[in-house]
């Protein structure tokens, strides 16, 4: 294996620990909440495994950009997830499973 490989891997296994505890997820504003009556129509599922803070409007991690890039605007509540999942207008959708195989098979 290539010590440029090993860095990587060493690297990231320090950054997966880094964050033990998951913060509690606040929920979102009252205005923004969609409120779902019957199914929903999604043409593309978006599955990001890193963001560094909020979903908008600070450092964009990896999911931040999906969500200021594709506007996805409409926020759908998931409490049990590690934040909630956002979807827009053209059927985008858009799930932060956050690091790890443990959380993104939850």
Do not use: C
């Not at 999911?63 to 200021?68: G, R």
């Not at 509540?77 to 959380?103: E, F, Q, S």
Request: aromatic share 6%; no cysteine; hydrophobic share 45%.
């Amino acid at each position: 294996m290539a010590w440029t490989v090993r860095i990587a891997l060493a690297l990231l296994a320090l950054g997966a620990g880094s964050r033990v505890s998951t913060p509690a997820q606040e929920p979102p504003p009252a205005a923004s909440v969609t409120r779902v009556s019957g199914p929903i129509r999604v043409k593309v599922v978006v599955l990001a495994m890193f963001e560094r803070g909020e979903d908008t409007g600070d450092v964009p991690g990896e999911y931040q950009f999906w969500v200021e890039r594709e506007k996805l605007d409409t926020i759908l509540p998931l409490p049990a997830g590690y934040h909630h999942v956002r979807m827009n207008k053209d059927g985008v959708l858009a799930v932060l499973t956050g690091v790890g195989t443990a959380r993104a098979a939850a």
